[in-house]
Nanobody, 122 residues
Framework: QVQLVESGGGSVRPGGSLRLSCAAS????????MGWYRQTSGQERELVGI???????NYADFVKDRFTVSRDFDKHTVFLQMNSLTPEDTAVYYC????????????????WGKGTLVTVSS
């Protein structure tokens, strides 16, 4: 059973920084893509940033060089460094993994964590 567990959310003042982490477990040998999405109340979940196993990244326009996705491929972990946070960044942030090989079986679909709340407020 593949599981993703996020950590590092919390409250921060505008202009501050947070670092989110997400660890995948479940006898995993390989993950093709890992990254982050976010969702606010009443809105659809949206891409924040993702990284492929080859190191290629894709970020949402609103990131504007403020956020950085990184991965520890050996530990099946993905990070999101968020700087210059604004109240508009307040959301539940979800970790995502696509193309997971677990117990020797390749799963092409997406796995999701349960989310971690980030609140940016003065």
């Amino acid at each position: 059973q593949v599981q993703l567990v996020e950590s590092g959310g919390g409250s921060v003042r505008p202009g501050g920084s947070l670092r989110l982490s997400c660890a995948a477990s479940g006898s995993i040998s390989r993950i093709n893509v890992m990254g982050w999405y976010r969702q606010t109340s009443g809105q659809e979940r949206e891409l924040v940033g993702i990284m492929s196993r080859g190191g290629a990244t894709n970020y949402a326009d609103f990131v504007k060089d403020r956020f950085t996705v990184s991965r520890d491929f050996d530990k099946h972990t993905v990070f999101l460094q968020m700087n210059s946070l604004t109240p508009e960044d307040t959301a539940v942030y979800y970790c995502e993994a696509t193309g997971v090989t677990s117990m020797g079986v390749f799963h092409a679909g997406q796995y999701w964590g349960k989310g971690t709340l980030v609140t940016v407020s003065s």
